[in-house]
């Protein structure tokens, strides 16, 4: 058995620090804690699944409970005993016990069948381009990594680029991890290298609890591996596709981690831009993780016209081909927040594009019955034609339909669900 010193190494070695993200505004998530629990406290942040992550009806269950859930750990933590006479609980599991009960699934021997028929080796300029490893990043870079170094599980799911697997790594202590592959080939066929090298680059330095983490990536002749964290309850989109629309509340606590997460990027010069169902996973406890920066772009004090995202999520500016700025993410949770609650987007009109883009122009917003004021409120006050009339973030977090939906002594928005 690992010691906790050696856990925590190995940890390090991971680049898993526990150091509180950068956004200076978070308060501290917790008090200092002996070694031990900080080890399962960094493994419960930073996504540590456990055995039930496999298992569809625990996971249904799971995902049906998580609004209500206000215990940041899915570690199974014992409560103390509160009163003289009741047996003590055992402590804490340590950090090597958690990772080696947990279950990843089975394999099925899809990345070697993959690898077979799919792909090929890249050369020359895109070769270069393409030969990507975190072990040697100018900014915090990780130990090497290859294949051999994990242990894999099941398929997670199936990207443009390749699948997506559950994995652990064989070294202690043992973190699980979701594995990305990317055919080169196909990156080059696509004429993405810049966009993917950016997406990493971008991804690589973010440190927030609801934006999905990139801890290593590394590369073989024909694939490229991204060791991202691991969203336990999968895609957001898919439980909003399977209930339809989502509660104020539900739909209120995700808006508040959008926000901050949102907050976060921007205070590092990172426009999201596709911000849309699609690109939201779940963590285990039912937190929201921003992913796919795909069309991100990092913009210190630039302005970008160039179009992309999603139809339904374009703000004004960008339909018009204008200069946009990080307001675009603002319109975009106007739209989030609507589509949440009524289950499609306001400006959607199925007849044709141009009538959607039409919409877009006039703002042309209606609420159906039922919604609260208070978040009508809200969608209007980010639907703004006008960039700079949209309601910026930090009066999102404090809007009282973000408020109201808030548990207790949790000040700003993500640490409590
Ligand atoms: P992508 O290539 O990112 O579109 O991923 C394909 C599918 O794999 C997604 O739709 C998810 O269902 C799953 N997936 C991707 N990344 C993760 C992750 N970090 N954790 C869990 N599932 C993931």
């Not at 008090?31 to 456990?50: D, E, H, I």
């Not at 990772?99 to 799919?118: A, F, H, P, T, V």
Request: hydrophobic share 30%; proline share 7%.
């Amino acid at each position: 058995m690992a010691t906790v010193g050696s856990v925590t190494r190995q940890i390090a070695a991971l680049e898993l620090s526990n150091k509180k993200p950068t956004n200076s505004a978070r308060p501290p998530l917790h008090s200092k804690q002996p070694s031990q629990t900080n080890v399962a406290r960094l493994l419960t942040k930073y996504a540590s699944p456990n055995a039930t992550a496999t298992s569809s009806s625990t996971k249904q269950k799971a995902a049906t409970t998580s609004s209500n859930a206000t215990q940041p750990s899915a570690i199974p933590t014992k409560t103390p005993a509160k009163t003289q006479g009741q047996t003590p609980s055992p402590p804490p599991p340590n950090a090597a016990e958690v990772m080696q009960s947990m279950d990843i699934g089975n394999y099925d021997g899809g990345l070697e069948k993959e690898n077979e028929k799919r792909g090929e080796k890249v050369y020359g300029e895109a070769a270069k381009d393409l030969a990507l490893d975190s072990s040697s990043a100018r900014k915090s870079p990780t130990r090497e990594w290859t294949l051999h170094d994990f242990d894999i599980g099941r398929p997670l799911g199936k990207g443009k680029f390749g699948r997506v697997y559950m994995v652990r790594t064989k070294c202690e202590p043992k973190y699980i991890l979701a594995l990305k592959t990317l055919y080169k080939s196909e990156i080059v066929a696509g004429k993405v290298e810049k966009q993917i090298r950016r997406e990493i680059e971008i991804q690589q330095n973010l440190r927030h609890p609801n934006v999905l983490r990139l801890y290593g990536y590394f590369h073989d002749e024909k694939r490229i591996f991204l060791m991202l964290e691991f969203a336990g309850q999968g895609e957001l989109y898919r439980q909003l596709s399977k209930y339809g629309c989502f509660s104020e509340k539900r739909s209120s606590r995700y808006i508040d981690q959008m926000a901050d997460a949102l907050s976060y990027l921007h205070s590092k010069h990172v426009i999201h831009r596709d911000i849309k169902p699609e690109n939201l996973l779940l963590g285990l406890n039912g937190e929201l993780k921003i992913a796919d920066f795909g069309w991100s772009v990092h913009a210190p004090g630039n302005r970008r016209m160039t179009l992309c995202g999603t139809l339904d999520y374009l703000p004004p500016e960008m339909v018009e081909r204008k200069e946009h700025s990080e307001k675009v993410d603002y319109w975009a949770l106007g739209v989030l927040t609507y589509e949440f609650l009524v289950g499609n987007p306001p400006f959607e009109d199925r007849r044709s594009v141009n009538n959607t883009y039409r919409r877009i122009m006039a703002v042309d917003l209606k609420f159906p019955s039922g919604m609260s004021a208070e978040v009508k409120d809200l969608v209007a006050k980010l639907l703004q034609h006008e960039p700079q009339d949209r309601l910026p973030l930090t009066q999102v977090l404090q809007h009282p339909w973000i408020v109201k939906y808030r548990p207790k002594g949790c000040p700003r928005g993500s640490q409590v669900y």
